[in-house]
């Protein structure tokens, strides 16, 4: 059957999900999940979420791709899947094929978050007037923004998670040295995203000089909340960089209208990371302090707001 409504996706580097909606809706539906890894390309991965749903085909559709969208070729950041965007279309026979940045994505999907799914942090009460800032770790650091007009909201296409890592001790600028060893240019996403955990855990080792026996981000986060000293160290040190990070993002965007953390990472270990450092990181900034104080800071929790983004995409006129 052709469905009357639309197709919706969030591709990440890792996992791609597929909902549909109706017209005028931003509720996904039959939501899946497919892992990138069992699919040679995204026409292959859509193919099998449409036939999983009984449906032949749909006439609108809005994907969120964890990658820089520019003219009509595709090509995602941290894995192999490519397409053209306009080839695409005509294959499927779509009416409507947009394409937006996951984290633009999930920016506009914070405006359809309810409260049971949002975590205060610190920070307040801000200031409805100014721009949002919606920031997260996840396979890779992505970094968006929401400029309010009379109109609605606008939302930012931004590569925020690549500027570069600013050392401002002695440890990071020894942990800077390894790093720039292995990548040459250190940007913020090689420490703040799944593999930046493990690449921060392993330079830290390597400076201390002590052993460093975990081989993926999920062991060490499982390892800190065990007392294990250098995960422990690692993962404070983690979210203290995050919070530097979004620190430098809201002065930079003037985002006092709140910051949003999403992504897959920081609601795996949420005790751990409100008790902490993070706080400290993000106010930090020393004149500028007080704009840093007011400004409400919350972890997303909804695994469905890139999705409940790329619906509202489709309506909007600014993408």
């Not at 085909?57 to 192999?80: F, M, Q, Y």
């Not at 394409?99 to 799914?117: I, P, R, S, W, Y």
């Not at 296409?157 to 600028?173: I, R, S, W």
């Not at 897959?264 to 005790?271: Q, S, W």
């Amino acid at each position: 059957m052709t469905y009357n409504g639309s197709l919706i996706g969030d591709i990440g580097g890792t996992n791609a999900r597929f909902a549909l909606v109706k017209e005028g809706d931003a509720e996904p539906r039959a939501i899946r999940a497919l892992s990138c890894a069992d699919f040679a390309n995204l026409d292959h991965a859509i193919e099998d979420y449409l036939q999983s749903q009984g449906v032949d085909g749909v006439s609108r559709v809005c994907l969120a791709v964890a990658s820089p969208v520019k003219g009509t070729r595709v090509k995602l950041t941290n894995s192999d899947w490519q397409f053209d965007i306009e080839e695409m279309r005509v294959r499927f026979g779509w009416r409507t094929f947009k394409v937006v940045n996951d984290f633009t994505a999930m920016a506009l999907g914070v405006l359809h978050v309810g409260q049971k799914h949002l975590v205060a942090v610190c920070g307040g009460p801000g200031d409805p007037r100014r721009p949002i800032l919606v920031i997260g770790p996840g396979t890779g650091l992505g970094v968006s923004g929401l400029v309010p007009t009379r109109g609605g909201w606008v939302p930012l296409m931004t590569e925020g998670g690549h500027v570069d890592f600013a050392p401002t001790n002695k440890l990071e600028f020894d942990v800077l040295r390894v790093l720039k060893a292995s990548f040459g240019r250190v940007s913020v996403e090689r420490l703040l995203c799944g593999e930046g955990l493990l690449n921060l855990y392993r330079a830290r080792a390597e400076v201390l000089g002590v052993p460093a026996p975990l081989d993926s981000p999920e062991k060490i986060t499982v390892a800190a909340d065990r007392q294990d000293a250098l995960a422990r160290d690692t993962l404070n040190h983690f979210c203290e960089l995050l919070g530097r990070t979004a620190g430098n993002a809201v002065l930079t965007l003037g985002s006092l209208g709140g910051v949003y953390l999403c992504g897959g990472m920081v609601p795996r270990f949420l005790d751990f990371f409100l008790a902490s450092p993070f706080r400290s990181g993000f106010e930090d900034k020393g004149r500028m302090r007080p704009l840093l104080e007011s400004t409400p800071v919350y972890v997303v929790t909804d695994p469905y707001t890139g999705l409940r983004g790329a619906a509202e995409a489709l309506t909007n006129p600014e993408l």
